[in-house]
């Protein structure tokens, strides 16, 4: 039996790019089929996520014009690894893997050849690696790399250079639906997943139309996400602080005690204030951080939906 694929595609305002993506995402379909990789029950599975232009209905008419392309739409925005975990989990029982990917045709569609030969060969999980940045602009190069050498440094296993694109197979799918958390972030979690696991590389490309749905703000919240749902190192990091403030201050008030002793006097206020600003910078610094993890703990007690489906195409055939 050949395996059936589902490939699975976020879409958020992607009008300009879908009429021009979707065709090569079938074509993909069309070749796996004919050299024998996968069944001809494979599908594209594209994930409206509350987009607010025609995106749904370039989704209902193509999944009108060919058996292959299906749709679901969620209730409202959710952001990308939202929609993106929904699509996994309408794929998880219908396919024996799937492939997630962005809509917008950076990743290069061919890299799934290789993947699936990846996974025939015994890997659940199959990674796609970006082989370089040379389409990134300098700032976006410079602050990605950072983003992983802190990941890294927080004690985060994740995949350097790799995106959401990705291959899983249906167990690893199932293992996926077993964590719970509200707040997703998919690059992290999936390595904990475990299974055996492989690399593929590709080069990104420019987006083919449209614009970027990640502005620097959302990259911020998203790599602060990142690091706050799956470390607790920077709790760790604010004890170490406190720590040093505390021998730092000891250090100073015997060196006063000490000139006091010496000289008759002691120094000036501009001293005492500017420790007293360092060590209010340093307090609020450090609620802040507690509070994100607070934050976080109240938003996954709520136990919230992840996403909630509204309409699917195939209902609608
Ligand atoms: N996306 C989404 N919901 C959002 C934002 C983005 O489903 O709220 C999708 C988007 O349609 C695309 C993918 O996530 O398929 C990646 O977004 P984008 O290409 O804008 O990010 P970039 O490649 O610039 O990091
Ligand atoms: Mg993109």
Redesign the pocket.
């Known amino acids: 039996m050949k395996p059936i694929l589902y490939i699975v ?6 009008q300009e790019v879908l009429p021009v993506t979707a065709p090569m995402f079938l074509q993909k379909i069309n070749d796996l089929y004919i050299e024998g990789k996968i069944s001809e029950h494979s599908r594209i599975l594209f ?1 409206n ?1 509350g987009s607010k232009d025609r995106t749904w209905s370039i989704i209902t008419e193509l999944s009108q014009l060919d058996e292959h392309y299906c749709g679901i739409s969620l209730s409202r ?4 690894q939202n ?2 975990l929904a699509g996994l989990m309408e794929a998880k029982n219908k396919c024996d893997i799937s492939v997630s990917v ?3 045709g ?1 990743d290069d569609i061919d890299a799934i050849d290789k993947m699936i030969d990846e996974y025939l060969s015994g890997s659940d999980i199959v990674y796609g690696v970006r082989s370089d940045r040379k389409t990134d602009t300098a700032f976006k190069r410079g602050t990605a790399q950072f983003f992983y050498k802190l990941m890294r440094g927080m004690g985060v296993d994740m995949v350097y250079n790799h ?1 959401d694109y990705r291959l899983m197979s249906k167990r690893a799918l199932e293992g996926l639906s077993q964590f719970e958390e509200v707040n997703l972030f998919l690059r992290g979690l999936v390595p904990m997943v475990g299974f055996k696991y492989s690399c593929v590389e590709y080069s990104r490309k420019e ?1 083919l139309a449209g ?4 502005p620097l703000k959302k ?1 911020l919240s998203f790599a602060i996400d990142g690091i706050t749902s799956l470390s607790v190192k920077p709790i760790r990091l604010i004890t170490a602080v406190g720590f040093i403030v505390a021998i730092l201050s000891v250090i100073g008030i015997i060196w006063s005690v000490v000139t006091r002793l010496v000289t008759g006097h002691t120094g000036g206020w501009a001293s005492t204030i500017s420790i007293i600003c360092f060590l209010g910078g340093v307090q609020l610094l450090s609620l802040g951080v507690i509070g994100e993890y607070i934050g976080k703990i109240y938003l996954e007690v709520k136990r919230r939906p992840r996403f909630i489906i509204d309409k699917k195409t195939d209902d609608i055939k």
Not at 77 to 80: A, D, K, L, T
Request: hydrophobic fraction near 25%; charge should be neutral; glycine fraction near 4%.
């Open positions: 595609i976020p879409c958020y305002n992607e994930v996520d925005n959710r952001g990308h929609a993106l962005d809509c917008d950076q995106a987006r614009k970027s749905k990640y990259m």
